[in-house]
């Protein structure tokens, strides 16, 4: 089972890689989520999340039971302002820590929303509230759940599946919380058309997006690889310009000065689960195609990625030292991004390739392997770093995007960058 999801959010909002060990917990014990305190479980799963640094659920998750997660906001009739609800990445990480499969996951969140409802700010800046959509996967199935308010509907996943920000099923739900079990004669309730908000999926891209996954999806169907998930993570749609781009309309984001593409792809990670063992493949930064897949494994402590970042550059995390290649790429990006693509490329084959046997050996080999491929994905990463700083012809065309990326830098405390 392959399965990838990229994490979008404000520019300077980072997200943080972590690792959760199995834990045991009191009897009676509470977890404060982001907006909520609930009761714990007596037992949390190990997990390893790509998550907004502010939040404590997550944008994309593995467990140590290969089931995989990732979270898409949906704007529905039925959104709600309440103060004291989940948010949909707090749902995600539940789940994750409670249970093993997708099916275990549905009745957990479901029940978890119907109880507290959706609610609180999803934003790190300003004050934006949506409800979610779940891609999940265990080593044997996938299901795409999707939420309105305190309603919902589950669809199973056959052969291949992907979401986006729209609500995506139709008629062909497995399980809805609308309609009542046996459901009452008459038309099959269409989930999407009753709940969705018919103009915000075109305005935000989402339609395009899905429809590039799931083609590209559906035309590897029978062979698709690692190096295939990795390429639709990077994935731009036809002709791209992340300057003038009316809309998100690529799997790979980024922000631009037009309404609406305020976001940005800020970290991807993937997973190749097997019977044996699940091997996780993440970027740690922002920018899937400028950044490079690296593997770490599910029982062992992830290699050293620095402190936790925040929405302040703090140059020692990977994700804000990272952001010295990205935003220096941003000013001749159709230039600049093709000759880095080609190195990392070739970098992320050597990983690949050299994956096969590593996942075979043991602790230590393979905490070396990870290690050993952070190392070199840095090393490659700073050697362009300092190819770009090198360069007197990097400048932003465009004065619109020039002035977005000024005013990011400066509230990040970014300097010595390309203007």
Known sequence: ???????????????????????????????????????????????????????????????????????????????????????????????????????????????????????????????????????????????????????????????????????????????????????????????????????????????????????????????????????IMRDHGEGYDPAAAAVHSGVCLHAGPQKDRWWQADGVMAADVRPSDTLIWLTGTSANCLSIFKPVFLGLDLPDLGPIPTETSDGASLWWKHEQLHRRAMADFHRVMPEIRADFDRLEDDFLSASVSARTGGPSSKRRFSEDCFRRAWEATDLWIRRLASRGDLSFSDPDYRAMWAAMNAAAGLTGLPA
């Open 1 to 231: 089972m392959l399965f990838a999801k990229s994490a979008d959010c404000e520019v300077n909002e980072a997200n943080a890689v972590v690792r959760i060990p199995r834990r045991t917990h009191a009897p009676g014990e509470t977890v404060r989520i982001t907006h909520l305190v609930v009761p714990q479980a007596r037992e949390t799963f190990e997990v390893v999340l790509t998550k907004a640094f502010w939040t404590w659920g997550c944008e994309v998750g593995v467990n140590e039971h290969g089931l995989c997660m990732g979270e898409e906001a949906v704007f529905t009739t039925e959104m709600a302002e309440e103060k004291d609800g989940i948010i949909g990445p707090d749902l995600m990480r539940i789940a994750l820590e409670r249970t093993r499969t997708c099916r275990e996951a549905i009745d957990l969140m479901t029940g978890l929303l119907e109880r507290y409802g959706q609610g609180g700010s999803a934003e790190l800046k300003g004050n934006s509230h949506f409800d979610s959509s779940f891609l999940m996967a265990d080593p044997r199935e996938a299901w795409i759940l999707e939420t309105a308010g305190r309603k919902w509907a589950a669809r199973q996943v056959r052969g291949t599946g992907s979401i986006s920000n729209m609500l995506g099923i139709g008629t062909d739900w497995d399980r809805c919380s609308a309609v009542p079990a046996p459901a009452a004669a008459g038309p099959r309730l269409d989930w999407a058309a009753r709940f969705g908000l018919p103009g915000v999926p075109a305005a935000l891209g989402a339609p395009e997006r899905q429809r590039i996954s799931s083609s590209t999806l559906k035309r590897h169907e029978g062979g698709i690889t690692v190096r295939t998930i990795f390429d």
